[in-house]
């Protein structure tokens, strides 16, 4: 069996109430289409899941002043068809709706994901780029966490599901001329964890034709997720111009130094980088207005 | 090892059946309730043949917890015709020759169920992705979309 | 003659109604109270002795009832062709049912398990222990071939002299290709259930492409070959992958030991790890051809990588040597095939069975030394094509008209006009490859098949036909042949099959031999029940026969096409006057020669090819090295289409399955360790990454099965592949070599030379992917 016990509480409150009461024994799940592959592999093991898509004070996708925030149980289909968040913040919803096929998405929540620690996670990516942070709550305590933080290591994530439990992920959008995008190259056009892929976003300074910042996030290159803080260091404060656009893809791709693996061999994942690492910020500059 | 009630409404009846803990909802929906037009195909949730319909949603259900389907409405093939009739789609399947082997014909016809009650004209290119999560070896897609396609622009 | 009044329509098949609606049942769905839930235990090593194996904590645990090991069932199974009545006698090898000296391969099947629940099940297989020793194994046929001993079987033959035809050549050109392990990916897992009936025999139902298993399966258990029945069922995807008997043997031997029913269903891990899989092949091409596009010379090695145990590798080995030359007339040319061991998993039957392996390196070759001598590939083609009357350089003549030129043209032009790049870093090309694709099977092999049909007093047809239904439509086939001769309504024909004691035996369902063999039986039976009714209506009519004909329940005359009698009321009438309105019929294969014997290539190894081609247009990313195919077109001339949406049918999932071998799929082996044995990473294609499939049949007649049938399930195959990877040399000039062309390879190819083309000496710089 791979679990005993089976709950499906109704509040937050409720829900850690449960956990609590198991003694680490249980888990939380929403989507479950990551952990049922987790138990069945006997990657993890648990007595009991705590199934919390009931609570319907998770599911919102809403604006919260120059936040964007997204309740724990929206799942990647929700986020890709959000106009909110296809307006916004582009990034996330081309990441989301690239995730698997239409049922995993119908399923598979978008902070699931985070909590799986997939470095391929298409999610996990874009939010990097969003710089995006989680709000957790455990008995007696709540406290945020940048997601870049929150994965320690493949398939493992600094959250503990057996104790805590992640309400909601939020992002801030600038006041300025800002546009994001994401690029993935995969084996196949669903149902294939990306070869590569590239979530960037960019804020401009339209009137001097310059990048004000930039965040990119690369995965899989590392066991956990992946900012080319090099490149974005570049491109702060210079010029929007198609050159430093290839110089930042190209730092990226040395700092991003991919091994071989079965889908691609070192060289040509590294050069992946940069080929999407250039294609991204691209279209994210478009997005923000700018002009390369 | 514990077993859990759940009350859910399938293919338009409400049911109650008592399922053992750890059960996946396709379990539960072939060997408990009969619905064997679930077919379980690679128990990773990547070929779609257990597809089903949750709350209008496709999802696998091989990897779907059987829990998670209390309080819901489920749709199996076994739903799909009303009062004898087939549902167009599985007349268009049947007249478009999009059914060679069968075997991934139940995931893709709750796929296209799915599409066709929240999008009534989808485009060819929405009608692909709406089955790309739907395995199969044998027709190519070619007449599974083209089935599509007709079970819409024919009406009924 | 009269135009077919139900044959040649693409009427919905008479199974496609239980399909849509969920009523059909295939082996898995099936349970019977108190049946018990069998595990194998596999090899985790792909080459160890076994040194001892201790059951004795598993057979002590409480619900496990039979625990069978390679110690206690030392039956071996020799690799010969199942579905032949009349044994051939040609033995090549065994392997052993279970293990039980040693294992040389991962997943190789070691002991049997069966339980009170699969739990139980699961917990008896950990608790077998085994000491191994781990050894050395082989991986690289190139290396196993240099000891004899590995070496299967050897093909050769040649015709002229291949080295005044070189050096008589003005080009010469030399390229070795390479091609992947694959595996079927059936949608449907390996699920069967045996048990024993009243009547004490042991019924195995199963999704099976061959119920002439029930031989193998009672020699294996040393009962009588009449105490086995295999009930096979609906088939959820096969080719080629469910032709071996597995799951029979242990059903039925597990059964047997317990008395009580036994289950057993693979999970999609081990149905990767235990299924034979597409023979990996290394082929050495060198061609010489003169300025004009003339080829003069053509010398062949093919390598097959048969991996751990014969089965049907020499039959693959064959098939490969004998259309490595393609539909060519080449005056010189040498041939040598050879199968080899090696510790990778069994090499077996799947679609094709060593043609598309050989059609991907002829056509890329021709490809090649068309870029060589700076030609169009379609005239290139064109120059060398067979034609009736000509031989094949195992000295077959052509009998029929290929239709070669035809069908590569009117493929290439559904391509319609060349789609412009999408963007800066795109490419678009347009390749073309030609086949010649053999169905039905070996002529020495003495084909046959049975089918009984049967006219009820009422006009309804009743067929029983051993044939399994692979979802193919082979069994709506015979239905539509059957409606078409005995003027009844398909739904007025009922069909029983793919059962070893219920249903006259007809073959496997391989080869693309089933629309040919069965087809052919069912129209000779039909035909006999046919004369008879038109005998009885001439007699009520008083009209000769030879005017009348039978349309859509009614005897007509053909002339007038007038109504005149009800079939039923003649059906009627003949069970009357006890005229039998049922007949067995066998279709043999005349089958002039044994493989012994020298003459035997020449006399026709195979009766009879499909011919057709396929085209392709491609757009490649330069920049990622990612294939898009926009427009895939199936040319083929089919005979005679018994249901054109059921043959087209077949031509757009092969153009698929082809892009799959092409663009992604591999099995990938590490040593013989499996990498990727599951759906998620071996990468079959999904909907978003195909587009619009044309299918387009040319009916000649010339083919030998029903109406002038041709097989075409295989063929669908064939061309598909090479015509891709031939799109993509066109987009870029890379002539890939070895397959999958992933993106990290094409990638690669694209940047790792400056140039790929070849130079004017003839020499292909063409580079390994």
């Not at chain 3, 739904?491 to 693309?512: K, N, W």
Request: include cysteine; proline fraction near 5%.
């Amino acid at each position: 069996m791979l679990w005993q016990r089976y709950y499906r509480p109704e509040s937050i409150s409720e829900a850690l109430e449960v956990l609590s009461s198991e003694h680490g024994r249980a888990r939380l799940v929403a989507g479950a289409t990551d952990l049922v592959i987790q138990l069945r592999r006997g990657e993890l093991q648990t007595d009991a899941l705590v199934d919390v898509t009931r609570i319907r004070s998770l599911q919102f996708v809403r604006r919260n002043g120059a936040k964007i925030e997204i309740g724990a149980l929206v799942t990647h289909a929700e986020v890709a068809r959000s106009e909110l968040v296809n307006e916004r913040a582009p990034v996330l919803c081309e990441a989301c709706f690239q995730v698997g096929s239409p049922q995993i998405r119908n399923v598979g929540t978008v902070v699931g994901n985070v909590v799986s620690a997939e470095p391929a996670g298409d999610s996990i990516i874009a939010l990097l780029a969003l710089d995006a942070r989680l709000t957790i709550v455990g008995p007696g305590y709540e406290k945020q966490m940048p997601v870049v933080q929150a994965c320690l290591a493949p398939g493992r994530s600094i959250i503990d599901p057996t104790r805590e439990m992640v309400t909601h992920l939020e992002f801030e959008l600038p006041l300025a001329s800002y546009g994001s995008a994401y690029e993935r190259l995969a084996q196949r056009h669903s149902l294939a964890l990306p070869i590569m892929a590239v979530g960037a976003f960019v804020v401009l300074d339209l009137e001097s034709r310059c990048f004000e910042s930039a965040r990119i996030g690369i995965g899989p290159v590392a066991p956990v997720p992946f900012r080319a803080t090099a490149a974005e260091d570049l491109l702060r404060g210079a010029a929007v111009e198609i050159p430093l656009i290839c110089e930042a893809a190209c730092l990226a791709g040395r700092d991003a130094a991919p091994r071989d693996s079965v889908r691609g061999d070192a060289a040509y994942r590294k050069q992946m980088v940069q080929v999407l690492v250039r294609r991204a910020l691209v279209r994210a500059v478009k997005r923000a207005g700018g002009h390369v | 090892m514990s077993r859990e009630r759940l009350e859910f409404c399938l293919n338009g009846r409400p049911i109650v059946v008592d399922v053992d803990a750890g059960e996946m909802l396709a379990d539960v929906l072939r060997d408990d309730l009969g619905m064997v037009s679930v077919k379980k195909a690679c128990g990773e949730g990547v070929c779609g043949a257990c597809t089903v319909i949750m709350d209008g949603w496709a999802v696998v259900s091989c990897i779907m917890p059987a829990g998670r389907a209390h309080n819901t409405s489920v749709t199996t093939l076994e739903g799909l015709a009303r009062n004898g009739e087939l549902d167009r789609l599985q007349a268009a399947f049947a007249e478009e020759g999009a059914v060679q082997c069968g075997y991934c014909t139940p995931g893709m016809l709750m796929s296209a169920k799915a599409l066709l009650d929240s999008n009534p004209c989808p485009s060819r290119e929405e009608i692909r992705l709406a089955i790309s999560g739907n395995l199969c070896r044998c027709t190519g897609y070619q007449r599974i979309v083209r089935a599509i396609e007709r079970a819409f622009t024919r009406g009924g | 003659m009269a135009e077919h009044w139900i044959l040649g329509k693409p009427i919905p098949r008479h199974d496609a109604w239980s399909k849509v609606d969920g009523s059909i049942r295939y082996a898995g769905d099936y349970a019977v109270p108190e049946m018990l839930h069998a595990r194998v235990f596999r090899s985790p090593f792909p080459s160890a002795r076994i040194l001892s194996v201790d059951t004795s904590a598993a057979e002590g645990l409480v619900g496990v009832h039979a625990v069978i090991t390679g110690r206690t069932f030392p039956y071996r199974i020799p690799s010969d062709i199942p579905g032949q009545s009349a044994g051939t006698g040609q033995t090549w090898a065994t392997a052993p049912v279970l293990a039980a000296e040693r294992v040389n391969f991962v997943g190789e099947a070691v002991a049997l398990v069966a339980a009170d629940t699969p739990e139980l099940a699961d917990a008896a297989l950990n608790l077998i222990h085994i000491e191994w020793q781990e050894e050395p194994g082989i991986f690289d046929p190139l290396q196993a071939i240099r000891d004899s001993n590995n070496i299967i079987a050897h093909y050769g033959y040649h015709t002229g002299d291949v080295d005044s035809g070189f050096a008589e050549a003005d080009l010469v050109i030399e390229n070795t290709f390479r091609l992947p392990c694959l595996d079927h990916a059936c949608l449907e897992l390996e699920d069967g259930l045996a048990w024993i009936d009243e009547h004490g025999v042991i019924n195995v139902r199963i999704g099976t492409q061959g119920v002439e298993h029930f031989r193998t399966v009672a020699d294996a258990l040393g009962v009588p070959h009449a105490n086995i029945r295999i009930a096979g069922t609906m088939v959820g995807g096969a080719f080629g992958g469910k032709g071996d008997a597995t799951l029979e043997i242990y059903l039925a031997l597990l059964a047997s030991r317990t008395r009580r029913p036994v289950h057993l269903g693979y999970s999609r891990e081990e149905s990767f790890l235990a299924r034979c899989k597409r023979h990996p092949y290394i082929m050495r091409y060198k061609t010489g051809a003169q300025r004009d596009g003339r080829m003069v010379a053509l010398e062949v090695e093919l390598i097959a990588d048969a991996g751990a145990y014969a089965t049907m590798s020499p039959y693959v080995a064959l098939y490969s040597a004998i259309t490595a030359t393609g539909p060519y007339v080449i005056p010189n040319v040498k041939v040598n095939a050879v199968a080899v061991h090696t510790n990778n998993p069994i090499s077996g039957a799947m679609r094709g069975f060593g043609v598309p392996q050989a059609c991907f390196a002829c056509e890329c070759q021709m490809d090649a030394l068309a870029a060589a001598l700076g030609m169009d590939p379609l005239v290139l083609r064109e120059i060398n094509y067979v034609r009736k009357g000509d031989r094949l350089a195992t000295r077959q003549t052509i009998e029929t008209e290929p239709l070669l030129s035809e069908t590569a043209r009117r493929a290439c032009e559904a391509l319609g006009k060349r789609t412009e790049p999408s963007a800066r870093n795109k490419r678009v090309g347009r390749g073309i490859a030609s086949h010649m694709t053999p169905y039905g099977r070996l002529a020495f092999l003495h084909d046959r098949s049975s089918a009984h049909v049967r006219m009820e007093t009422d006009g309804s047809v009743v067929i029983r036909s051993g044939i399994p239904d692979i979802g193919g439509g082979q069994s709506d086939s015979l239905c539509q042949i059957a409606a078409e001769v005995l003027g009844v309504s398909p739904r007025c024909v009922t069909i029983l099959t793919t059962d070893s004691l219920m249903t006259p035996l007809a073959g496997m369902t391989r080869g693309s031999r089933q629309v040919f063999m069965s087809g052919n039986a069912v129209l000779m039976a039909a035909r006999a029940i046919r004369e008879s009714l038109l005998t009885k209506a001439s007699e009520m009519l008083g009209v000769d026969p030879g005017q009348l004909d039978l349309v859509a329940g009614q005897v007509v005359q053909n002339t007038e096409a007038w109504p005149m009698i009800e079939i039923q009321r003649v059906a009627a009438a003949c069970a009357a006057s006890h005229i039998p309105l049922d007949h067995l019929a066998e279709y043999v294969v005349p089958s002039p020669a044994d493989l012994e014997d020298p003459a035997a290539f020449a006399l026709g190894i195979f009766q009879d090819f499909t011919f057709g081609a396929h085209a392709a247009e491609v757009e490649v990313d330069l920049d990622t090295g990612e294939v898009r195919v926009l427009k895939s077109v199936g040319c083929h001339d089919v005979g005679k289409a018994i249901n054109p949406a059921s043959v087209a049918g077949q031509i757009e999932g092969g153009a698929v399955m082809g892009q799959g071998y092409a663009l992604s799929e591999e099995y990938i082996l590490d040593h013989g360790y499996p990498r990727n044995a599951s759906f998620q990473e071996y990468m079959v294609p999904f909907s978003l990454d195909c587009g619009d499939i044309t299918a387009l049949l040319i009916e000649s007649g010339q083919g030998k099965g029903p109406f002038g049938a041709k097989g075409v399930g295989e063929p669908a195959l064939s061309a598909v592949a090479p015509a891709i990877i031939n799109a993509i040399r066109d987009a870029t000039g890379v002539h890939v070599l070895s397959l999958p062309a992933t993106p990290a390879r094409l990638w690669n190819a694209l940047h790792g030379l400056d140039q790929s083309r070849t130079r004017a000496n003839g020499t292909s710089l063409s580079m390994e992917g």
